[in-house]
């Protein structure tokens, strides 16, 4: 979009439009761009309404989360159009914060009490959201498809494994559902979570066990992680179900990547030992040898978490 168009696109309240600039995050096919207003910097975001239920609950999250100071505040909302405007966080960025060893700790505390807030809101408008379930039904879908690798098969017990375990703990809380990264925010003091599209009532412990897997965190730094958000050390069971939900973490996101590949065959090795860390993969796209936009890099990013959950056994 350009200077005019989101000219004509929002309230006359907001001034001016100055600049506009396109901002590439995310899988979602949301068009995300950078404004610049006399009133301020800001961030719209216009997501593409294929499920008017879907978007009304998204919504209802990003409402709450904006007045709780949990994600960036929502200055207007266009219902009709998939549109909203929220405040632009400034600063460096997480991953920037992440690799300073003098701000990792600190950054990643914040993102602790953050989501400790988020627990604690009212679930009220919000949809249950079980990780274990979707992981199933990608599961049955991808493990049909050619190219499917036989070394992953194993890596479905880890479903079996954590259902008994959540369904003894029964807690479920307004949760993220998506905590990677890249949806983190970071502006030198506090951390702000965004991009709600898979958030609902799930069990508190995932947040933490998705994030903790995305940094290749093992599961003593993933436990003392949260610790910080739950303010108490965790009980013997309550670890092991954070761990369970770790290896549910890299089976969901392991086949969700696989169902973004459009051939599985000529991108995921056949071999267990052919699949590169996780560590070997993030080198891979910082120097631009993959990309998670593209079909080669969903395929492997999806091989290297069914790697590690095969691994985990």
Known sequence: MNVHEVSTLLPPRFGAVRSVEAIQVGLSGAEVHGVSTDTGDFVLRIVPILDRDLWARELVVRRLTSDAGIAPALEWVDETRGATLMQRIGGRGFTSALADPAERARALESVARV?????????EGLVPADPIAFARRTWRVQSGRPGFPAWAEPAVAHLERAEPLLAEDGRRTPS?????????????ERAWLVDWEQSGLTHPYYDVAALSTMLIMNEETGLRLLTVQEGAPLSPAEAETFVALRHVAM???GTIFFSLASDLSARVPSAIDDVPSMAEFYARLGSGALSLRTPDGQAVFGAVML??????L
């Open 251 to 253: 089976v969901f996101y």
């Open 307 to 312: 790697k590690r959950a095969v691994l985990a």
């Open 115 to 123: 989501l400790a807030k988020l627990h604690a809101l009212p679930g």
């Open 176 to 188: 993220h559902n998506d905590l990677n990264p890249a949806n983190v925010l970071w502006d030198g």
